[in-house]
């Protein structure tokens, strides 16, 4: 009996597919593993066979050893890589049962990636050149009818071959890159094999967040002067500034000081005006992971995995996505139906059902695939306390889109001294509007100045003279330079999250308020100085345009790959000129790097650094004092399992080394002192 076979990306999509479409229930069959569902659909048998995101990755061809350059690649399944041999059952499933289908439906997430994922299946597994097409954006009832009601009767190649391009090049740059690197340090390193990695979007990403670094590093302070002036007002102070935000030079502040010591403040003048707060914009991805940092301290990734999770269960949107535009055909009056049966969200929910009209506010951003994060009304089950985090501030977002502006008043007070002004400013909210419904994740200042009348005489309690100094610019957070790389046309929204976390895990980067390790700063200084192309932002954002141009079928995707190799071609005959250099370079940054890396912090008994010590006897590790040598006999045990960092800091109680440990994904902090009072409390 033949059949229509479709793929899913994840089985908790197949789930809701198949759900979605079966008219007479759907029959859940295991097979190795893993499953499949089947289920009727106008009298005729449909399959569908989840797949677990890419089944096939690129891997060069045997025999190449560590040489570069390195350009004939094959796809191979990915169950082939250690760490992903649990995909074979799913592979096999998809293989069993493209024997008998005689229709394939992709009914992948319809992006980028998932196109690649659907194509790959459909070419290297089912054996056919093009299937059908799904396109949706929720995974609710009524959009997953519609999707396979109204499905494109071919695979949309742009995409495809836009994808496709994007994993050539990004392997090629990789790959390459990481084995010069990794070449050129071998020599220098003894015994030891060091793979040092680049990238086509990590290394300039890396460059950016270095001159930041170095921008802080090198940073000298100007000092300056500010006065500020505090005077009563009916039994309260308010306090003004002088009318030049900085003074520079002392003696002028110190003359300005003299001439207003001593003596009252006139109002000279009031100024009011009142302005408009305008509604925010629907959350694409990037504003998502931005927004969701600010209020939660959620990482990109993890803002990512957590709305991919409430996506999976039909109560938001497709996720990644570049839009912020909410067309009417969602319908806005069922979703705030849907979210009224939510008890936090049934106030808001009623008020704007009773409106006329509901027209959002949008902003000007398109994405060709998907339109903007909406909730789509669907009632949550059951949700961790994260996700309910996430989908509360994707409701609230998107209840203020239909809010009316809110109108706030700014007041500026002018206040004069023996012919010197100061200026006190006050702010104030005259009508919340789309406010109340984002009430939870914004807080506006709000100044309330006192009465005032031009003329009025006001006592001064005091008069300051502060001197400040200029602050450096700073450091990036995880929010923050992924916005910056979208604002350079660095990555895409599905993958800068993930470049951030390969500069973490290669040692480049620490830290929430990032700070580039000394390595990571050197790496950066080396490839700039011998190898520029490889962290040059332009050729980055240029590939990226180009591979644009592939997705609008602009341009030809073997066009594309070949100039790539042509450029990287050029970049490494520029390395291998100079790899001994870069080699030694990076070699003595990467033993410095690691030799620092194992201190974790002062010795309590002598002062010197404590590290991190393996046995060659035993193979434990325990904390161990650098002046041994020297007669001290300090240690302390470390956890045998787990990741193990220092934090730089001591133990308030005792004075201990802390540490960060890494225990089944999960960090917590520890004193390294097994008799520490904080342990008492731990175990209790």
């Known amino acids: 009996m033949t059949y229509t076979l479709l793929i899913s990306e994840k089985p908790q999509a197949a789930l809701r597919i198949a759900s979605a479409l079966a008219e007479d229930g759907v029959k859940k069959v295991g097979k190795g593993g893993a499953y499949w ?74 992006d980028i990636e998932g196109e690649v994922i659907g194509y790959n299946i459909i070419r290297f597994i089912c054996d056919q050149k093009d299937a059908k097409r ?46 010069a690197l990794t070449q050129a340090m071998k020599k220098f390193m003894r015994n030891a094999f060091i793979v040092v990695s680049s990238g086509r979007v990590q290394s300039p990403t890396l460059k950016i967040l270095t001159d930041r670094e170095l921008e802080i590093k090198n940073f000298v302070p100007i000092p300056y002067w500010q006065l500020e002036l505090h005077c009563f007002v009916d ?76 996506y999976n269960q039909a109560l938001i949107s497709y996720p990644r996505t570049a839009s912020q ?25 009623q008020e704007l059902l009773s409106r006329s009209i509901l027209k959002p506010r949008e902003g000007k951003k398109v994405d060709p695939a998907h339109i903007a994060i909406y909730p789509t009304g669907e009632v949550p089950k059951r949700l961790t306390s994260q996700q309910m985090k996430l989908y509360a501030l994707i409701v609230k977002r998107f209840f203020s889109l239909f809010g009316d502006p809110a109108i706030r008043e700014m007041s500026r007070v002018t206040l004069s001294i023996n012919g010197h002004d100061f200026i006190v400013v006050g702010v104030k909210t005259l009508d919340p509007g789309w406010i109340k419904y984002y009430d939870d994740f914004i807080k506006l200042e709000e100044r309330i100045l006192p009465k005032l009348e031009k003329g009025q005489v006001l006592r001064v309690k005091e008069l300051k003279m502060i001197q400040k100094e200029t602050q450096p610019p700073n450091r990036y957070t995880q929010a923050s330079i992924i916005k910056e790389m979208e604002k350079r046309g660095l990555g895409t929204k599905a993958t800068r999250h993930e470049i951030l976390q390969t500069l973490y895990d290669r040692g480049y980067i620490k830290g929430k308020s990032i700070e580039v390790t000394d390595f990571g700063e050197k790496v950066v200084k080396v490839l700039s100085k011998y190898c520029p192309k490889i962290v040059s932002e332009e050729l980055t954002r240029k590939f990226e345009e180009e591979m644009e141009m592939v997705l609008q079928r602009e341009k030809k995707m073997d066009a594309v790959i070949n100039e790539a190799k ?16 870069v080699g030694q370079a990076l070699s003595e940054a990467y033993i410095s790097f690691k030799k620092n890396e194992k201190i974790i912090g002062k010795c309590p008994e002598c002062g ?29 045990p470390l956890p045998q399992t787990g990741v193990v960092k220092g934090l730089n800091k001591q133990c308030d109680v005792c004075g201990y080394p802390m540490i960060a440990v890494k225990f089944k994904r999960r960090w917590y902090n520890s004193c390294t002192n097994m008799r520490c009072p904080t342990k008492e409390v731990q175990k209790s």
Not at 566 to 581: C, G, P, R, S, T
Request: glycine share 6%.
């Open 37 to 110: 569902l089947e289920f009727v659909r106008k009298n005729k048998k449909h399959i569908i066979v989840p797949a677990v995101g890419h089944l096939f990755v690129l891997d060069t061809k045997k025999g190449d050893g560590w040489d570069y350059p390195i350009f004939d690649v094959e796809w191979v399944p990915t169950f082939t890589k250690k760490g992903s041999e649990f995909m074979k059952k799913y592979f096999a499933n998809i293989k069993f049962l493209s024997k008998n289908a005689d229709s394939f439906i992709v009914s992948t997430d319809f």
């Open 134 to 179: 799904m396109r949706f954006s929720t995974l609710t009832k009524p959009d997953i009818i519609e999707a396979y009601e109204n499905m494109m009767e071919h695979i949309e190649i742009g995409q495809a071959e836009a994808g496709l391009t994007r994993h050539y090049l990004d392997f090629f740059w990789g790959v390459n890159t990481s084995r």
């Open 235 to 310: 039994g309260k102070v308010i306090v003004a500034l002088y009318i030049k935000d900085k003074i520079w030079k002392k003696d002028e502040a110190q003359e300005i000081f003299k001439d207003c010591e001593g003596k009252d403040a006139i109002v000279k003048n009031l100024e009011s005006k009142k302005y408009k707060v305008l509604q925010p914009l629907p959350f694409d991805t990037t504003t998502l992971q931005t927004e969701a940092y600010r209020c939660f301290g959620f990482s990109p990734n993890q803002t990512l995995n957590i709305a991919e999770a409430l």
């Open 325 to 349: 535009k909410l067309p009417v055909k969602i319908d806005y009056r069922k979703i705030l139906q849907g979210l009224s049966q939510i008890n936090a969200f049934n106030n808001i929910s």
């Open 566 to 581: 042509d450029v990287l071609n050029e970049i490494l005959v520029d390395f291998k000129n100079n790899e001994e250099k």
């Open 608 to 636: 010197g650094d404590i590290k991190i010590i393996v046995s060659r006897k035993s193979g434990k590790r325990f904390c161990g004092c650098s002046n041994y040598s020297k007669g001290c006999k300090f240690s302390t």
